[in-house]
């Protein structure tokens, strides 16, 4: 009897509240430990915990056409930027570029090039004869006339106004992007062997396996050429794919968007004078934003300086399930972030930037888009996830797309050729916006617009998966 009781007490000490085991509990196997690169919280993130709750709307709209339509789904751990990428974020992207551009053509005999700026790559990646630490600024006040030269290059004089600016025209930003699911399909194993399970099909061991992937380089003329090649699967190239983005937003937009308003000061200096430094950048396609994040995870890498080789978790957009998920505070009872249907506080204040009422911009205090931040965050410690902007995701759009995922980290994701029909390269837009009525920045209400346009009322935020140390609240 006394035996049996010990094993009990023995195993009940082996095992930590709610069954979960205990790590280093002894025994033969003990495991190998891996070593990792200790990350810091990623800068202006907040870490959503692993959870669950009912995407989609609750209740039936029939003056909205809104059904009710809701799945249960669980999601793992992840960051989330409290705001939205702001104008003096961005501009930062945008002013590494260009000095990438400036160090490349310091080194060129066209612009009269000096070895001591030569740098290891140059901002496509390619090497380059290293000289200068590329991390040194450049010394602009001690620039020869042919350095000024090459400095000078990347403006851009307006031949009747005179006015002077960053050409949006060279703003070009090059980088790759690994398919991992893809690559990991049975249908593209590179070992014939590996994509039948099933043992009564005899293996064709010289079956060719087509595979698409994206490709983008410069021709002889300067101009960007993107394309989709699709060639028999040889190796694990196919499935590393590349782009050329221009990623200076589009100012042109304010116009554009507003048939007969004076939204001239928007399109001159929204994304470009300091009084506008920490409201969202608007003007970003869905691409620029892939960019972006691409840009940021690489930056984020020099900070831990990771060896090479080493696996860091990307910056990414969010998936609509997991921007849905952290708008609710990952609660199914309210349509807004702000745990309430109402739309003002008890003092009368409105809860977010969005439009009020017919013709009526500024009931919110704001006309446009507020500086983020500017309104209370949610229970998750999120800003402005109801209005201000709009924001993609990574979420392709499709009408039943709620019922095409699965209800673990649910996403449907399709990287659209250049010869697809444009209505195949729809992204699910989230939030709703400073233009918007109260109708369209509920947290369930899901919308879309082209991955290559660009709007003054759409932004975005950047996610970051957590690995392994997410617990549920």
Same mark, same amino acid.
């Given at each position: 009897m006394?035996?049996? /009781?010990?094993v009990?007490m023995?195993t009940?000490?082996?095992v930590?509240?709610?069954?979960?085991?205990?790590?280093?509990?002894? &025994?033969?196997?003990?495991g190998?430990?891996?070593?990792a690169?200790?990350?810091?919280s990623?800068?202006g993130?907040?870490?959503?915990?692993? &959870?669950?709750f009912e995407?989609?709307?609750?209740d039936?709209?029939?003056?909205w056409?809104?059904?009710?339509?809701?799945?249960?789904?669980?999601?793992d751990?992840?960051w989330?930027?409290?705001?939205? #990428? *702001?104008?003096?974020?961005?501009?930062? $992207? !945008?002013? /590494?570029? %260009?000095?990438s551009?400036?160090?490349?053509r310091?080194a060129?005999s066209e612009y009269?090039? @000096?070895?001591l700026?030569?740098?290891?790559?140059?901002?496509?990646?390619?090497?380059v004869?290293?000289h200068l630490?590329?991390?040194?600024p450049i010394?602009?006040?001690r620039?020869?006339?042919d350095e000024?030269?090459?400095i000078?290059? #990347?403006?851009?004089?307006?031949?009747?106004?005179?006015?002077?600016?960053?050409?949006?025209r060279?703003?070009y930003?090059?980088?790759?992007?690994?398919?991992?699911?893809?690559?990991?399909? %049975?249908?593209y194993?590179?070992n014939?062997y590996?994509?039948v399970?099933?043992?009564d099909i005899?293996?064709?061991?010289?079956?060719?396996v087509m595979?698409s992937?994206?490709t983008?380089?410069?021709?002889?003329?300067?101009?960007? !050429? *993107?394309?989709?090649?699709?060639?028999p699967l040889?190796?694990?190239w196919d $499935?590393?794919?590349?782009y050329?983005?221009?990623?200076y937003?589009?100012?042109?937009c304010?116009i @554009?968007d $507003?048939?007969?308003?004076y939204?001239?000061?928007y399109m001159?200096?929204?994304?470009?004078?300091?009084?506008?430094?920490?409201?969202?950048?608007?003007? #970003?396609s869905h691409?620029?934003?892939?960019?972006f994040?691409?840009?940021?995870?690489?930056l984020?890498?020099?900070t831990?300086n990771?060896?090479a080789?080493?696996?860091?978790?990307?910056?990414?957009?969010?998936?609509? &399930?997991?921007?849905?998920y952290?708008a609710?505070?990952?609660?199914?009872?309210?349509?807004?972030?702000w745990?309430?249907?109402?739309?003002?506080?008890?003092? &009368?204040?409105?809860?977010? @930037?969005?439009?009020?009422?017919d013709?009526?911009y500024?009931?919110?205090?704001?006309?446009?888009?507020s500086? !983020?931040?500017?309104?209370?965050?949610?229970?998750?410690?999120?800003?402005?996830?109801?209005?201000?902007?709009a924001e993609?995701?990574?979420?392709?759009?499709?009408?039943?797309?709620l019922h095409q995922?699965?209800?673990?980290?649910?996403?449907?994701?399709?990287d659209?050729?250049?010869?697809?029909?444009?209505?195949?390269?729809?992204?699910?837009?989230?939030?709703?916006?400073w233009?918007?009525?109260?109708?369209?920045? %509920?947290?369930?209400?899901?919308?879309?617009d082209?991955?290559?346009?660009?709007?003054?009322y759409?932004g975005?935020?950047?996610?970051?998966?957590?690995?392994?140390?997410g617990?549920?609240?």
């Amino acid at each position: 009897m006394k035996r049996v /009781w010990f094993v009990l007490m023995a195993t009940a000490l082996l095992v930590s509240s709610c069954g979960r085991a205990l790590r280093n509990a002894g &025994g033969e196997v003990t495991g190998v430990r891996s070593a990792a690169v200790n990350e810091p919280s990623p800068y202006g993130m907040t870490l959503i915990k692993r &959870g669950t709750f009912e995407m989609g709307p609750a209740d039936k709209d029939s003056l909205w056409g809104m059904e009710a339509d809701r799945k249960g789904v669980s999601f793992d751990a992840f960051w989330m930027d409290q705001t939205e #990428v *702001t104008n003096a974020k961005y501009r930062q $992207f !945008v002013h /590494w570029v %260009r000095d990438s551009i400036i160090r490349e053509r310091l080194a060129d005999s066209e612009y009269g090039g @000096n070895d001591l700026f030569k740098i290891t790559e140059d901002r496509f990646g390619e090497p380059v004869t290293p000289h200068l630490d590329w991390k040194r600024p450049i010394p602009w006040k001690r620039a020869t006339e042919d350095e000024q030269l090459a400095i000078e290059s #990347v403006n851009y004089i307006h031949p009747v106004t005179g006015e002077k600016k960053l050409d949006p025209r060279q703003m070009y930003y090059k980088y790759e992007w690994y398919d991992h699911t893809s690559a990991a399909l %049975r249908k593209y194993q590179l070992n014939p062997y590996a994509r039948v399970r099933n043992t009564d099909i005899t293996v064709n061991p010289n079956e060719v396996v087509m595979i698409s992937k994206d490709t983008a380089y410069f021709d002889e003329e300067g101009r960007v !050429v *993107t394309e989709t090649i699709t060639r028999p699967l040889s190796s694990e190239w196919d $499935f590393l794919h590349t782009y050329i983005v221009n990623i200076y937003p589009d100012e042109n937009c304010w116009i @554009n968007d $507003f048939n007969n308003a004076y939204n001239e000061p928007y399109m001159r200096m929204y994304f470009t004078h300091p009084a506008y430094d920490d409201y969202p950048v608007v003007g #970003v396609s869905h691409e620029q934003a892939l960019a972006f994040c691409a840009w940021r995870t690489n930056l984020f890498k020099e900070t831990l300086n990771a060896a090479a080789g080493q696996i860091i978790e990307p910056f990414r957009l969010p998936t609509e &399930g997991e921007w849905e998920y952290a708008a609710r505070a990952g609660k199914n009872e309210y349509k807004y972030p702000w745990a309430s249907d109402a739309l003002q506080s008890g003092k &009368g204040c409105f809860l977010g @930037n969005f439009k009020p009422g017919d013709g009526d911009y500024t009931g919110d205090g704001h006309l446009i888009s507020s500086p !983020v931040g500017s309104f209370s965050p949610n229970e998750f410690g999120l800003y402005d996830m109801a209005g201000n902007v709009a924001e993609w995701t990574s979420t392709s759009y499709s009408e039943s797309g709620l019922h095409q995922m699965s209800d673990m980290n649910p996403e449907l994701h399709y990287d659209a050729a250049k010869e697809d029909p444009y209505a195949m390269k729809k992204k699910v837009v989230r939030g709703g916006s400073w233009k918007d009525v109260s109708q369209f920045i %509920r947290s369930d209400m899901r919308t879309f617009d082209y991955q290559n346009e660009t709007h003054s009322y759409i932004g975005f935020r950047c996610v970051r998966t957590q690995i392994g140390f997410g617990k549920k609240k």
